[in-house]
């Protein structure tokens, strides 16, 4: 490991790192915009000057380009390095726009920032500015060329990193343009990124166009709760709307990226059909009356048909901290009917895929992208988890083979732009030649059979789950014994239900006299149900979810739970008279009702729903990249 001295700091790091990366390392923070640690060193933007003064190379050099090596002394304070960077920024602001006050990029743009530290405050330049026309690239990026200062991030990641071929960077000299042949949508599935990437405000989200400044969200770590894979994200919310979200860097998972799903798809935290009161068939009623009514008919029903007439029901969309008080509850109300799946076969599935998965076999994005071979086995990756086809993709660039049995093959070529091998069988993988194999396997579209062929392959393995607390609920499946739902109503022994946070099926539903729902999620049934109550979304709560891997980790409460402002009535706001709570913010964590349930059947008080073998992931820090449970 070289040896170097930074500002009269020492510092030992490993071969191969740049001396930008070595002087973060010691907390000597030296200014760039082209580099970028997922992409590497390409020395466009010329910032990063560095006084070389001792060892093996001399003089200004650009820190990104230079590995470290032993016997450097290198100074960023030198007078002639200063001298450099200040005047490479004069020169990017030459042609910049004066838009600060109205760019969405302002207090979060590393150009203002830069500006500011280079101590550049007056421009000289006279001349006329270079003009771009910018484009229309679909409804979630807006581009503004006139602010590129040409670090090349946005074409890097597009097309090397991502494999999009519809944008790049086109021109020469002083016309370099970024952007596509022709305007329209960007085709790729993690444009996205493009907003978090650029240093300046060339990119910005659309979705939260003037709706606010950086310092004016309510932000804090939150999962993206849309796949199993658990990428860590950070939502940006104000005025109880979530405005938008930006990735959080989990090199063990999502790295410094999310797809478009997860940054863009706000549904149903801000919809306006979301149920956010309790109700009583179909009519307004407050939390007292409606859980008073609850433990009613659950006693008429139980009276009726006698105990386990009554099933509760969970979903992979519940936090764990909700489903591990499903059989709880079940016990409390005498009823050995509860699953956390509604569909036995998902169920099954599910339980097949995480009972094959010890610490040793179990494959992160990480180990996937550092794979020498990689088999995706019965599953569409773009569409159950996106940001796994990006991991795949950077096995393949480098230097993996691509191997898809039974799998979408132009889906993942043409989304991610990798060179494939279609198999007919595991066999014909040659898994002895290679070291570090991995197999991806889905759960939607492969049986049983197929999981536990995957988990036999001598590989490290990845199943690709149905939720995004899929692994906690399957998991919880095969301790409890959870109950076929479906078979049960069939056959008559179940007479009403009660769903936490679970898609019922109209059909399965409609003959029962008795349903109770407590969700999130605007549906048919809401209305319908005998008593419905209204639950958090993960925007509004804190909690836990267990990734596919089996890693879990927190997420922490973003906003106060309510209707937006922007879509409240005139009259609403602001307000003429005092409110406990926000119009529309009488909702509740699942958690929390079901032992409100709990309380009122039994007379116990439950404030903590993790203990047992689940204590540990109490103190969970949402910042520490998760825990595995295995």
């Not at 969405?104 to 500006?115: F, H, P, S, V």
């Not at 993690?190 to 910005?204: A, M, W």
């Not at 392959?457 to 399957?474: D, P, R």
């Not at 029962?512 to 049934?525: C, E, G, N, R, W």
Request: aromatic share 8%.
């Amino acid at each position: 490991m070289p040896k170097l001295t930074i500002d009269n700091i020492p510092v030992e790091v490993p071969a191969g790192t740049n001396v930008l990366e070595a002087a973060r390392q010691v907390g000597v923070w030296i200014p760039h915009f082209c580099y970028h640690p997922a992409l590497g060193s390409v020395g466009a933007c010329r910032l990063c000057a560095m006084k070389f003064l001792e060892g093996p190379v001399k003089g200004v050099q650009m820190s990104c380009m230079i590995p470290a090596q032993d016997g450097m002394v290198v100074s960023t304070t030198d007078g002639e390095a200063a001298k450099m960077r200040q005047m490479v920024i004069e020169w990017l602001m030459i042609n910049h726009p004066h838009d600060c006050p109205v760019c969405d990029e302002g207090g979060e743009c590393l150009l203002q920032d830069y500006t500011i530290a280079g101590g550049h405050g007056i421009r000289r330049y006279r001349g006329k500015k270079r003009t771009f026309n910018n484009q229309f690239l679909g409804p979630y990026i807006e581009h503004e060329m006139n602010r590129c200062i040409e670090c090349y991030r946005c074409a890097r990641f597009y097309q090397d990193f991502a494999g999009g071929t519809d944008f790049g960077v086109m021109g020469s000299a002083g016309r370099v343009y970024f952007g596509r042949f022709r305007e329209g949508q960007l085709q790729s599935p993690f444009s996205g990124n493009l907003v978090d990437i650029c240093p300046t405000g060339v990119f910005t989200d659309k979705t939260a166009r003037f709706r606010a400044r950086y310092w004016d969200y309510d932000m804090a770590p939150s999962i993206c709760p849309h796949c199993s894979l658990g990428c860590n994200t950070i939502p940006a919310a104000r005025y109880r709307e979530l405005l938008k979200t930006m990735a959080r860097r989990n090199d063990a998972v999502n790295g410094w990226f999310i797809c478009d799903r997860g940054r863009f798809e706000k549904y149903p935290v801000n919809d306006p059909a979301r149920p956010r009161a309790p109700g009583i068939d179909g009519v307004e009623a407050s939390w007292d009356q409606a859980l008073d009514a609850l433990v009613q008919r659950l006693g008429e029903v139980t009276a009726l048909h006698g105990q386990g007439s009554i099933a509760v029901v969970g979903s992979p969309r519940l936090s764990l901290e909700g489903l591990v008080m499903l059989p709880l509850l079940a016990e409390t109300m005498g009823s050995g009917n509860f699953c956390f799946f509604t569909d036995k076969d998902e169920s099954d599935k599910a339980k097949a895929a995480v009972e094959k998965l010890t610490l040793a076999n179990s494959a992160s994005m990480a180990d996937v992208q550092t794979a020498d071979a990689v088999v995706v086995m019965a599953c569409d990756l773009l569409t159950e988890g996106a940001m796994m086809a990006l991991a795949v993709r950077q096995a393949w660039r480098n230097g993996a083979r691509v191997f898809l049995l039974k799998a979408n093959v132009s889906a993942l070529t043409a989304g991610v732009g990798i060179v494939v091998e279609a198999v007919d069988s595991l066999s014909a993988i040659p898994f002895a030649d290679f070291k570090r194999p991995v197999v991806i396997c889905g759960t939607a579209q492969a049986d049983t059979a197929t999981i536990e062929k995957a988990a036999n392959a001598g590989a490290k393995i990845s199943y690709m789950l149905s939720g995004a607390n899929a692994f906690a609920a399957a998991r919880l499946s095969l301790k409890h014994g959870a109950r076929d739902l479906q078979t049960a109503v069939a056959g008559g022994k179940i007479k009403g239900i009660i769903a936490f946070e679970a898609d019922l099926a109209a059909d399965l539903v409609e003959k029962l006299p008795f349903v109770a729902i407590a969700d999130y999620m605007p549906s048919d049934l809401t209305g319908k149900a005998s008593v419905f109550l209204p639950a958090t979304t993960t925007i509004e709560m804190d909690g836990t979810f267990i990734n596919n891997e089996g890693r879990a980790q927190r997420f922490k409460k973003v906003m106060e739970p309510g209707l937006p402002i922007k879509g409240l009535d005139p009259a609403l706001h602001p307000p003429h008279v005092h409110r406990l709570s926000p119009p529309g913010g009488e909702v509740r964590p699942s958690w929390q009702i079901i032992a409100a349930l709990i309380e009122l059947l039994s007379g116990e008080k439950i404030v903590e729903p993790l203990v047992g073998q689940w204590e540990k992931l109490r103190d969970l820090d949402a910042e520490n990249g998760g825990l595995s449970i295995l």
